[in-house]
């Protein structure tokens, strides 16, 4: 089972893409946004919000691309969601490999099922101010009621669920084997990993995701199943 963190840079990165026939596998890593304004100062974004990256978020981006520009790796596409802050980083991390590569860079797509769960009213407001809120929330869906959705009109991690594994699953099922890179958000990847490391998202709070942060799945196309690698990872820690 995948770790709910990993400290060091690519962890075990090597041993795990190579211990496969490369046609078996798809590789996607699924990265979170650079930090932002309202994450420095403890706001709720959620799909309803959406700020641009700040200098932190742009250097992070930046250090992301750089450490994943030395690697071995050919990235055939490059995928965020909507939101202008996984744009933003996904757009500067491309441009790293394609300076690396010398070449053009990867095929850029945007997914609007990718984008953040939606807080309702709680967006925009700070999470000190929403803590009794998110409290009762975060209670339900460790309880297994992830049905339970954000009040005034936001979603559920259900609901999120429900939305964002099939676009992912696409992604994994192209006609060839692929190195994908994904840059979405904080819950969205929470629920997206509790779920494929068959932990269920009523653990999805045990899931980290620092800004910048990378985790690693390896889709199965004998067995048409996700395995998840690695959880967290800070990939630009050697730089």
Request: proline fraction near 6%; include cysteine.
């Amino acid at each position: 089972m995948a770790k709910d963190s990993e400290s060091g840079p690519l962890p075990a990165l090597a041993g795990v893409m190579t211990a496969a026939s490369p046609q078996l596998y798809t590789y996607i890593f699924l990265m979170r946004h650079g930090e932002t304004d309202a994450n420095a100062k403890g706001i709720v974004q959620g799909a309803g919000l959406d700020p641009p990256l700040n200098e932190q978020g742009r250097e992070q981006a930046r250090l992301l691309g750089e450490a994943l520009a030395v690697e071995p790796i050919d990235f055939d596409l490059v995928v965020s969601s909507t939101l202008a802050r996984a744009r933003e980083t996904a757009d500067i991390i491309a441009d790293s490999l394609s300076r690396a590569a010398c070449g053009p860079s990867p095929e850029r797509l945007y997914l609007p099922e990718l984008s953040e769960m939606r807080y309702g009213e709680l967006e925009g407001k700070s999470l000190k101010e929403m803590f009794p809120i998110l409290k009762r929330l975060s209670q339900d869906w460790a309880a297994g009621k992830t049905a339970t959705k954000c009040p005034g009109g936001g979603e559920s991690p259900a609901a999120v669920l429900d939305r964002a594994l099939p676009a992912l699953s696409d992604l994994a099922t192209k006609a060839k084997p692929l190195n994908v890179l994904v840059v979405a958000h904080s819950r969205l990847n929470k629920i997206l990993l509790s779920h494929l490391r068959k932990d269920g998202m009523a653990r999805m709070h045990r899931v980290g995701q620092a800004n910048a942060s990378t985790s690693l799945l390896a889709f199965n196309h004998s067995t048409g199943h996700f395995e998840v690698a690695f959880i967290d990872a800070n990939l630009s820690a050697h730089l």
